[in-house]
């Protein structure tokens, strides 16, 4: 009997091969589809749906044609890209004419009749002595039993082809052998709406409509040459994969040089100017969302339904439109001349980052007076923390105006915020790049690998079945793919290309799903991804002071905020809501007693993360201070992933060695040495029961995580050390970079994001400036 009918596998998992529909016109009916030629049987399948489609007068139908050979016995086609518990029809010519029905299967059998679909042959049908035709109407054919089709969606449709005759060619219930082959391709429904649908179901083209079709539908009797529907995807120079602080700045510069530019997230719209939605009531009626109002950077940690986070990341990573500069506190440093330097381990060409920096800062300016009134909010806590510092030999500066200096300095915090909103990259960058015609995003968009052949890459493999065939996304010859998906993003990513260390290669090929798409063992590249990268590790003292307003710890932000606080940001982007928490930073430098130089931030803020104290306290008026170890720091960790494909440390990166956490404890010591001097100050957490070293051992490790983790596709000039070479190309392939967070190859001075979009800066200038590109 029906022993194999092999329609059950699924179609995401990648082939290179398969296919997506695309538009075309038919030339003897002139009508519109959306559908593919299948390149080794010919067979051509499309479909039309009415516009709109889920609603009006033809609610649940839509018109298909099947144009195969002689050779084609019998052709089948799944509505729902499967053969069980799909609606399937089948159709094979007889005579001169074209029978067909409609079946069901629910086992891998003989599909049987299904009953309720009314199909209607549609008169550009036809018998010739070398095709047969059939175009036909589907009524009450967009759901059936256990599913349908996703109305103005995606989908994928399935084929069935057969060489061998049905048992009654004049029966619509006949009988049949098992396919001789068989196929899936991608449909956007949604594209495949024609405002003319009415007039084609009585068989006539309608006035064409605003989509042009590959050829022009002049009416049943054209002559004009059949347009067959294109097998690929539209490819492009280059591919960007990850719309972060490193993703959207590379795609602006190359958009700007007239190269044809795809950017792809995974994730959706963050700011209400990309079309973000997540507004809290009380900013309900304005675009002002989660990720535009400073004021609530605190709540991203308490939100019941943070949807904002990679849910498949173990630490915390930004998976919408900007990545980590949509979700993080925004704190931005100009680069030092030393953030760039050998000894930081760059090569010898990134000293001079200047004009980069430049360049970067001239298209975002730093602030550190958010508010559009000019004026400074919530600021007690930066004035007790300068009477702290005074007591020490510090000196008060604007930071920016001169970042070279980070030793014994403090300055307000600064931000890219812009007119009291969420700055950064995505009003900037994004924002020129979305002008040009030569640029294209798509979001909701997974990338899962690099497809590739040898050192040469020909495009990426993603879960979009709309914009590609099953997915894949091809490059224009010399072409290439540019990898910004973050610290964690970017070596899953390279792993699941076999390239890294064979252990995670092993890994990966574990995962059934994915090894699939892996090239063969004998293609890996083993590059150490993942290895040695840096955190700041970073420890928070707890403090009271009477001056403090510790704004309930920003608790009720999202929810129930201050009323006239509230009032004023929605009125005039000013206020307490214009800036994030942190108020104040401060640097200074320390050497080891290994002789490396290392540098000590703070930052400091009102509120607290956590309070363990035997001493009694008025919560009202608590504020942090957090020291972190930053640039020089020695200790390293290590990136990798798990089976299931979970993004994780495999080795933690914080105070691994001994000399870095003698060096953060003295900076510890330091920052309180002046506490007698500033009255009514009182450290809280540690309290008087515990020394600083007892508490930095005690420390929960996963609370010292900054989350500015660099270093996991480091930038330098040998393949044992590094990933990328100073071009920032993946050594050993010809087209594969990378720019992000992950090319940095060990921690800068201040928080990192404002190094990375510098190095960024200058990445993109190298590859643009590098022969054999498009
Ligand atoms: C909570 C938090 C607070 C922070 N605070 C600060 C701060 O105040 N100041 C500072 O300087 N730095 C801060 N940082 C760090 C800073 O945000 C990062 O250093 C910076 O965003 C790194 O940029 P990136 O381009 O490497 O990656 P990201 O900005 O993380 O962007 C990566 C993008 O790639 C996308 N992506 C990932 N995988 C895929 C895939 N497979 N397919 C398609 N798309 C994919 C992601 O969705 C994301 O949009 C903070 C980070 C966090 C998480
Ligand atoms: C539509 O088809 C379903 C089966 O999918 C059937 O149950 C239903 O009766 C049909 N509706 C009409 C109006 O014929
Ligand atoms: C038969 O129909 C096919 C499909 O439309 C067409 O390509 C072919 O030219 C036709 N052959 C003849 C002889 O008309
Ligand atoms: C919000 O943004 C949408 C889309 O950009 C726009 O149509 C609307 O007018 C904006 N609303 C407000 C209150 O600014
Ligand atoms: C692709 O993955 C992204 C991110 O996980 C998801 O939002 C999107 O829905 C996926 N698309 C498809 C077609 O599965
Ligand atoms: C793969 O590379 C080899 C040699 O490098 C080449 O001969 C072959 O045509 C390539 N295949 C594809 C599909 O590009
Ligand atoms: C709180 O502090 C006490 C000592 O003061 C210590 O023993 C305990 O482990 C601390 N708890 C946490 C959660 O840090
Ligand atoms: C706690 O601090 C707040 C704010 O400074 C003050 O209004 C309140 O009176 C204090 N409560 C006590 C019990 O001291
Ligand atoms: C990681 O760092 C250690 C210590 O500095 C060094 O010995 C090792 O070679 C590094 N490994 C890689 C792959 O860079």
Redesign the pocket.
């Known amino acids: 009997m029906f022993g194999r009918f092999l329609l059950a596998l699924l179609p995401l998992v990648g082939s290179v091969l398969s296919q997506s529909g695309s538009s075309y016109t038919d030339p003897d009916n002139g009508f519109v589809f959306n559908g593919i030629t299948d390149p080794v049987y010919g067979v051509t399948y499309g479909v039309v749906f009415p516009e709109p489609s889920s609603s009006g007068t033809y609610p649940d139908e839509f018109i298909g044609e099947i144009v195969a050979p002689l050779t084609a016995e019998w052709i089948g086609v799944s509505f729902g890209g499967a053969m069980l518990d799909c609606l399937l029809l089948v159709a094979w010519p007889n005579q001169n004419s074209i029978v067909a029905s409609t079946r069901y299967a629910t086992d891998y059998v003989q599909p049987t009749e299904y009953d309720g679909p009314v199909l209607t042959t549609l008169p550009s049908s036809y018998v010739n002595s070398t095709h047969w035709k059939y175009v036909y109407r589907c009524q009450n054919c967009t759901t059936w039993q256990g599913g349908g089709i996703s109305l103005g969606g995606t989908g994928v449709l399935a084929w069935a082809y057969s060489n061998v005759g049905v048992d009654d060619p004049s029966d619509p219930e006949s009988n049949f052998l098992e396919h001789t082959d068989f196929g899936f391709f991608g449909e956007n429904f949604g594209q495949t709406e024609n405002a003319n649908y009415n007039n084609y179901v009585n068989g006539n083209p309608g006035t064409p409509t605003s989509t042009p079709p590959t050829t022009s539908p002049t009416g049943p009797t054209t002559t004009s040459p059949a347009s067959p529907p294109t097998a690929s995807a539209t490819p492009y120079d280059y591919i960007i ?8 700045i590379a795609a602006d510069r190359l958009s700007q040089n007239n190269k044809k530019v795809l950017l ?4 959706g719209p963050s700011t209400g100017e990309t079309g973000g939605t997540y507004v809290a009531d009380w900013a309900e009626g304005t675009n002002l969302t989660k990720f535009d109002i400073p004021g609530l950077f605190e709540s ?2 308490d939100d019941p339904d943070p949807w904002y986070w ?1 849910s498949d990341v173990t ?19 100009y680069p030092t001349d030393t953030d760039f330097s050998t000894a930081r381990g760059w090569p010898s060409s990134w000293s001079n980052h200047q004009a980069y920096t430049n360049a970067m800062t001239q298209r975002l300016p730093s602030t550190d007076h958010p508010s559009t009134d000019g004026e400074r909010y919530l600021e007690q806590s930066a004035q007790v923390a300068m009477q702290l510092l005074n007591a020490q030999g510090y000196y008060q500066a604007t930071i920016n105006d001169s970042p070279d200096s980070k030793d014994h300095v403090y300055g307000y915090s600064a ?1 890219d915020f812009i007119n009291g909103k969420r700055g950064g990259v995505v009003a900037t960058y994004l924002q020129t790049a979305n002008q040009r015609s030569n640029f294209v995003y798509k979001d909701y ?4 690998s690099v497809v590739r052949n040898g050192s040469q890459i020909l495009g990426v493999q ?1 879960n979009n079945t709309a914009i590609g065939p099953n997915g894949f996304i091809p490059l224009n010859p010399n072409g290439r793919v540019i990898l ?7 070596p ?2 390279l792993f699941q290309s076999g390239i890294g260390p064979t252990d995670m290669l092993q890994t990966v090929q574990q995962n059934a799903a994915v090894a699939a798409n892996m090239p063969s063992e004998s293609d890996w590249i083993n590059l150490p991804v993942g290895m040695n990268v840096s955190d700041n590790p970073s420890i928070n003292l707890v403090f009271t002071h009477p001056s403090i307003d510790a704004y309930d710890n920003w608790a009720d932000v999202w929810t129930d905020p201050r009323p006239a606080d509230a009032a004023q940001y929605l009125a005039s982007q000013s206020g307490v809501f214009a800036g ?1 928490s ?1 108020k104040l930073n401060f640097w200074r430098d320390y050497e080891g007693s290994d002789g490396i130089q290392r540098s000590a931030q703070g930052t400091v803020r009102p509120g607290a993360a956590s309070v363990n104290t035997t001493l009694p306290y008025n919560a009202s008026q608590i504020f942090t201070i957090t020291v972190y170890l930053s640039s020089g720091i020695t200790s390293r960790g290590r990136i990798g992933v798990t089976a299931g494909l979970n993004a994780v440390a495999l080795e933690n990166p914080w105070l691994t060695d001994p000399v870095d956490k003698v060096v953060l404890i003295q900076a510890l010591e330091d920052v309180i040495s002046t506490l007698p001097s500033v009255p009514d100050l009182t450290m809280i957490t540690p309290d008087s029961g515990m020394t600083l070293e007892e508490y930095v051992d005690l420390y929960d490790p996963s609370t010292m995580c ?5 270093g996991s596709a480091k930038m330098g000039t040998s393949s044992d050390t590094a990933v990328v070479d100073e071009n920032a190309k993946v050594f050993n392939t010809d087209n594969l970079f990378v ?4 090319i940095v190859p060990s921690l800068p001075v ?7 979009m510098s190095a ?1 800066e200058q990445a993109v200038a190298n590859i643009l400036a590098l022969s054999g590109g498009p």
């Not at 792809?264 to 994730?267: C, K, N």
């Not at 910004?484 to 970017?490: E, L």
């Not at 201040?750 to 990375?756: D, F, I, Y």
């Open positions: 994969v990850g719309a972060g602080a490193g993703g959207i792809l997230e995974r994730g991203m940690f990679c630490f915390y990573a930004g998976c919408l439109l900007g990545g980590g500069t949509s979700v993080n506190g925004a704190l931005y440093w931000f968009t997974l990338v899962s993603t910004s998906a973050g610290s964690f993003g970017t899953r990513i994030a942190p900054s989350n500015h983790w660099v720019i992000d967070a992950s201040g928080n990192p994001h404002g190094t990375v960024a």
